[in-house]
T-cell receptor, first 117, second 112 residues
Framework: NAGVMQNPRHLVRRRGQEARLRCSPM?????VYWYRQLPEEGLKFMVY????????ESGMPKERFSAEFPKEGPSILRIQQVVRGDSAAYFC???????????????FGEGSRLTVL | TQLLEQSPQFLSIQEGENLTVYCNSS?????LQWYRQEPGEGPVLLVT?????EVKKLKRLTFQFGDARKDSSLHITAAQPGDTGLYLC????????????FGSGTRLLVRP
């Protein structure tokens, strides 16, 4: 069983360029979550998606950031006009169903590390 | 606002020593999870504690959930170099259980 697959693992962009991060959930998982981790910090929730639906994007900056999870293909986190402060590790996680208060496990990918020069 | 604070931030110990790391909050959590993250990798779930006062053991690791469900601890017995990593605690937000709140972690180094 393949785990959550993220690519690229490392991405370098200059200020003003676009970054696209891809995430393929575990087989059978239809719920995807994106988290961001700044150096020496914990992970911060960004967005929760199901196939073709954005369930909650309250943790994602309103400008320059967007996410999608199409019917076919991976989930994509897109950052337009990147700035140095976007440099971070972006983790995708998936689950087979909704995560309850006491139930459910998130399976994390290995992350995509974005460096903005 | 629900926050999780972890202590210590850094811990460097000799192989064979015991250690305890803490995860504290002023808020009640329905459950808490512990993850280990190695450099360049994603977090891997170690355990979920659900009931106040619950103790779970995973080989040399012992996890405890506080009676009031506001805190948790992780105790490692006879630490080994393979235990080196970033230990993160996380809990679901009360208003949206799919949003995990993470602590900033304890970075553990076990020296051979």
């Amino acid at each position: 069983n393949a785990g959550v697959m993220q690519n690229p693992r490392h991405l370098v962009r200059r200020r003003g360029q676009e970054a696209r991060l891809r995430c393929s959930p575990m087989k059978g998982h239809s719920h995807v979550y994106w988290y961001r981790q700044l150096p020496e910090e914990g992970l911060k929730f960004m967005v929760y998606l199901q196939k073709e639906n954005i369930i909650d994007e309250s943790g994602m900056p309103k400008e320059r950031f967007s996410a999608e999870f199409p019917k076919e293909g991976p989930s994509i986190l897109r950052i337009q006009q990147v700035v140095r402060g976007d440099s971070a590790a972006y983790f995708c996680a998936s689950s087979p169903g909704p995560i309850g208060a006491n139930t459910g496990e998130l399976f994390f990918g290995e992350g995509s590390r974005l460096t903005v020069l | 606002t629900q926050l999780l604070e972890q202590s210590p931030q850094f811990l460097s110990i000799q192989e064979g020593e015991n250690l305890t790391v803490y995860c504290n909050s002023s808020s009640v959590f329905s459950s808490l999870q512990w993850y280990r993250q190695e450099p360049g990798e994603g977090p891997v779930l170690l355990v979920t504690v659900v009931t106040g006062g619950e103790v779970k053991k995973l080989k040399r690791l012992t996890f405890q959930f506080g009676d009031a469900r506001k805190d948790s601890s992780l105790h490692i017995t006879a630490a080994q170099p393979g235990d080196t990593g970033l230990y993160l605690c996380a809990g679901p937000r009360m208003d949206s259980s799919y949003k995990l709140i993470f602590g900033s972690g304890t970075r553990l180094l076990v020296r051979p």
